[in-house]
């Protein structure tokens, strides 16, 4: 039973965040390479792929290798989960996901490389202004 808890309170963690809760309701609308979400959220890319680590180990998304692209999902073996449910129940409806999904749909229309070149360029910006 405690383990039980545990399980729970772990993935409660990783979701408490929201740069993780706009990377799964993002992933709510499908599967996405990490520079598109790193494009869509605006954000740094160590902090996407922190927040794609925790959501990871904590099951909520699988990961995929093509090429040299990682792709993102949501993970189906979570799909049916109430917590799952929830989370996006409320986190989907919320001005600024809508944002993001649009936003998302404009990026899916763009070459991945594309996408990851100029997010690898902007990496190399933040580098060189720290």
């Given at each position: 039973?405690?383990?039980?808890?545990?399980?729970?309170?772990?993935?409660l963690k990783a979701v408490?965040?929201?740069?993780?809760?706009?990377?799964?309701?993002?992933?709510?609308?499908?599967?996405?390479?990490?520079?598109q979400i790193v494009e869509?959220?605006?954000?740094?890319?160590?902090?996407?792929?922190?927040?794609?680590?925790?959501?990871?180990?904590?099951?909520?998304?699988?990961?995929?290798?093509?090429?040299?692209?990682?792709?993102?999902?949501?993970?189906?073996?979570?799909?049916?989960?109430?917590?799952?449910?929830?989370?996006?129940?409320?986190?989907?409806?919320?001005?600024?996901?809508?944002?993001?999904?649009?936003?998302?749909?404009?990026?899916?229309?763009?070459?991945?490389?594309?996408?990851?070149?100029?997010?690898?360029?902007?990496?190399?910006?933040?580098?060189?202004?720290?």
């Open positions: 039973m405690e383990s039980e808890f545990r399980s729970l309170a772990e993935r408490a965040h929201p740069i993780r809760l706009r990377v799964l309701a993002l992933l709510g609308s499908g599967e996405l390479c990490v520079c869509v959220l605006q954000a740094p890319q160590s902090s996407v792929s922190e927040s794609l680590r925790e959501l990871r180990r904590a099951g909520f998304i699988t990961e995929r290798k093509e090429g040299r692209w990682v792709f993102v999902s949501a993970a189906q073996e979570l799909a049916g989960s109430a917590l799952l449910r929830a989370l996006l129940a409320e986190a989907m409806p919320l001005a600024e996901a809508e944002r993001d999904r649009a936003r998302a749909d404009e990026v899916r229309r763009l070459a991945i490389p594309v996408v990851c070149g100029k997010v690898q360029q902007q990496s190399v910006g933040e580098v060189a202004h720290a």
